[in-house]
């Protein structure tokens, strides 16, 4: 739960204070062609490698329609009524790029706000993460792949997704 309370319209930080200013900045990631994170709280665990399998909580927002929320582990339920996370193996092509990479350079236990650009997002209907709600995956899926806005040129801002993320575990290959 630890990851919706940061995910409210209160700053972490006081505005006032002057590590506000300095905390508060999105980075380009290194390499990332495009992708921005934004370190709510620095991991103090290792960072994965290709081919580990990370468990994962997130809260998925398309840029577009208003910030609207089209997934999160938080809904994703168990047999006990407990959140279940996401889990994935860094590199294996299953999940979006921008996902892959930004996880891959997190520390266990961070979390991490990404600003994921469409050429990171989702090129198909094959990758992961799916909103398994059959309405909130076909609103999606409209909204990205939509012929007569891409055709307008509106691809630049239709597939940018913003990510909330939590590391929560790495399980070496």
Do not use: C
Not at 34 to 63: C, F, N, T, W
Not at 133 to 160: C, H, K, M
Request: net charge neutral; proline share 8%; no cysteine.
């Amino acid at each position: 739960m630890l990851l919706l309370s940061v995910l409210g319209p209160a700053p972490l930080l006081s505005s006032s204070s002057p590590a506000y200013a300095e905390r508060a900045q999105f980075t380009e990631l290194e390499g990332s062609g495009g992708l921005k994170a934004l370190d709510i709280r620095e991991g103090s665990g290792r960072m994965p490698q290709p081919g580990d399998k990370v468990a994962i909580h997130y809260y998925a927002r398309l840029a577009a329609k208003q910030g609207w929320r089209f997934d999160s582990t938080y809904d994703h339920k168990d047999n006990t009524g407990a959140p279940e996370p996401f889990v994935f193996t860094i590199g294996s092509g299953i999940v979006i790029e921008g996902l892959d990479k930004a996880v891959q350079s997190m520390k266990e236990g961070g979390v991490r706000r990404v600003i994921i650009p469409p050429s990171q997002g989702y090129q198909n209907t094959m990758q992961g993460p799916i909103p398994p709600n059959v309405f909130d995956r076909q609103r999606l899926y409209t909204t990205i792949f939509n012929p007569t806005r891409l055709a307008n040129g509106e691809g630049s801002t239709l597939g940018t997704l913003i990510f909330d993320i939590e590391l929560l575990r790495i399980r070496p290959n």
